[in-house]
């Protein structure tokens, strides 16, 4: 079974994604979209996007990487984890068709030689003073992709402040990705299980 890794994420015309670590515009229709599309399944996000959602998504399992991992204490459904290749081992695991990546720019980045899919929120403005923005390298890969848009939503006072349309990428090297990024994943979890000294921290993080 395919199993897709895909990135959602919303941009300007300009590629900038974020301001003080928050979405630079009010989209509710974009939001509703979000959650419609990401629920009942895996999220990843970096410790700033959690902080910034003020918490774990309702109804989705949270994958949240941070380099003092040890510091927070998980729950079923919000773990923490050092690396890409530990928050993958957990997401490859759960019987999904598809996780999602949902920031911020350095997570993106981090996890773009896995992902196979993305959801582009393309929204019709510049924002003001953006401080975070999505790889001008992944921006570029999309030329080569398989477009497919998936709505278009003009700008409503007091409900959207912008217009913006919605469009799904997919790598034409799909199916194989899925299959290469099960195996560099198994194969780098093989690599950190075997020291002696990692095997029961590695056997209670991976408790699900």
């Not at 989209?27 to 959690?50: E, I, Q």
């Not at 020291?195 to 209670?204: E, G, I, M, V």
Request: aromatic letters at 10%.
């Amino acid at each position: 079974m395919r199993r897709h890794l895909t990135s959602i994420v919303a941009i300007d015309r300009n590629g900038a994604i974020g301001c003080k670590n928050h979405l630079p515009w009010q989209l509710k229709s974009d939001l509703a979209f979000f959650r419609k599309t990401t629920l009942g399944h895996s999220v990843v996000m970096g410790r700033k996007t959690f902080d910034s959602i003020g918490g774990c998504l309702k109804g989705r399992s949270n994958l949240i990487l941070t380099k003092r991992a040890s510091l927070y204490d998980g729950t079923e459904n919000c773990q923490f984890f050092h690396t890409p290749y530990e928050a993958l081992d957990v997401a490859l695991h759960k019987n999904e068709d598809e996780t999602f990546v949902i920031g911020g720019a350095s997570t993106y980045s981090l996890f773009c030689e896995f992902v196979d899919r993305y959801i582009v929120t393309i929204v019709d403005c510049e924002a003001s003073e953006p401080d975070a923005f999505l790889s001008e390298g992944i921006i570029n890969m999309f030329s080569n992709w398989q477009k497919e848009t998936i709505m278009e939503i003009s700008a409503s006072p007091g409900r959207d402040d912008h217009s913006f349309r919605v469009v799904s990428y997919t790598s034409p090297r799909s199916q194989e990705m899925s299959k290469l990024r099960l195996e560099q994943v198994q194969k780098r979890m093989d690599r950190l299980v075997k020291p002696a000294s990692n095997r029961h921290h590695l056997k209670s993080v991976y408790s699900i």
